[in-house]
């Protein structure tokens, strides 16, 4: 459908600006927000930032959720870092897509009547401090891996922040894999812990990347545009490449009884996650969908008196200048 409308609206613009346009892409040109570009274009870049920007926002829940829990001192400082420069990137991604006409109260009001998505990870609860340890692990795991290929999207705003955004990431991936770390080679307990979480956010991480190359809706217009550098299933072929040996050197197990790797390709054959639990998730039937969302909801109400007083103080200083004018 979207797709299709994408289409459509093409076939009304003029086929020189867009021939040009594709031009630019190909030769790996960087769009500038100025600069021309059709409307598909512009309509996809602004759905893909801005779901982008409300992962990261709402990626702080599940994080934040145990940061008065930290085992030691130095595990609070280091999650609390790392909770923030969430808050950080979704900053950078808001300013992004700020570029492109939309503004950051109509993009939070979208995701907040359900009309915008955030990443179906974050639907998912952090039952123990290993939880912790997962997250970092695998899910930013996963994000890195398809946000470096990110860095060369087409759209030049974006393209910087991910540049800005990756070297944090690759941090915050190491702070999961040093919780795991300690967690597999800790008490029986604690090992069993770690195994619990690898096993709960395994399947829900393979699903960041999006549905299969099949169902995917948008893939073949956006990698034509260079939005997207990569499909779906090439990017959790090689999550699944890169991870499996990181846990086989923690002493954990894939909870994938078909995994195996192919000697001749060095890649891992691997079970899909359950697409009908992903497309339910997407529909807002998560185990966490209405706390997410009643969480964002809430902070955003609770926040309106600051936001009223920032404007009325910008009209404020307007209306000096007008006057001094
Ligand atoms: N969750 O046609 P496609 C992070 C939707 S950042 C929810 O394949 P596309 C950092 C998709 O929107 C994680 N919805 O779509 C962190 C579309 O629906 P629509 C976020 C999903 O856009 C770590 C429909 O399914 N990263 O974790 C998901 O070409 C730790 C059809 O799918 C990004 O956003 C999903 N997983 O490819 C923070 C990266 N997958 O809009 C805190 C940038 C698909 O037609 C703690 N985004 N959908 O109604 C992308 O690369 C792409 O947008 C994909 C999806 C790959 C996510």
Redesign the pocket.
């Known amino acids: 459908m979207?797709a299709q409308m994408i289409k459509s609206e093409a076939s009304r613009e003029d086929p020189e600006k867009l021939a040009a346009f594709q031009a630019r892409i190909d030769a790996g040109d960087k769009i500038e927000p100025k600069d021309w570009m059709p409307l598909g274009y512009r309509k996809t870049l602004i759905?893909?930032i801005g779901?982008?920007a409300h992962?990261?926002i709402v990626?702080?829940l599940?994080?934040g959720n145990w940061i008065t829990r930290a085992p030691t001192l130095e595990r609070k400082a280091i999650l609390l870092a790392k909770v923030q420069d969430?808050a950080g990137?979704g900053l950078y991604l808001y300013c992004a897509a700020e570029t492109l006409g939309v503004t950051r109260d109509e993009l939070t009001e979208m995701l907040l009547d359900g009309r915008m998505?955030?990443?179906?990870?974050?639907n998912y609860p952090t039952l123990t401090w290993a939880d912790m340890g997962a997250?970092g692990w695998l899910?930013?795991g996963?994000?890195i891996m398809?946000?470096v290929p990110?860095q060369r999207t087409s759209f030049g705003p974006y393209s910087r922040a991910m540049i800005r955004i990756c070297k944090e990431?690759s941090f915050?991936q190491r702070q999961g894999y040093d919780i795991m770390m300690k967690m597999a080679a800790g008490t029986p307990a604690q090992k069993k812990m770690a195994q619990d979480a690898l096993n709960r956010f395994w399947y829900p991480s393979l699903?960041?990347?999006?549905?299969s190359d099949k169902?995917?809706?948008?893939?073949e217009q956006?990698m034509a545009w260079k939005i997207?550098m990569n499909t779906?299933d090439e990017l959790r072929q090689k999550f699944v490449d890169q991870t499996v040996p990181q846990a086989h050197y923690l002493g954990l197990t894939v909870p994938d009884e078909h995994l195996k790797l192919d000697e001749e390709t060095g890649h891992y054959a691997f079970s899909q996650p359950d697409w009908s639990e992903f497309f339910d998730v997407?529909k807002g039937n998560g185990p966490c969908n209405r706390e997410r969302l009643a969480a964002r909801n809430k902070a955003w109400d609770d926040g309106k008196w600051v936001r009223d007083g920032l404007l009325a103080h910008a009209d404020k200083k307007a209306a000096r200048k007008v006057a001094a004018e």
């Open positions: 979207y759905r893909q779901q982008h992962s990261e990626g702080q599940p994080e969430e990137h998505k955030y990443s179906s990870i974050f997250v899910v930013d996963a994000a398809n946000q990110l990431e915050h699903m960041m990347f999006g549905p169902e995917s809706v948008h893939s956006s997207k779906n997407l």
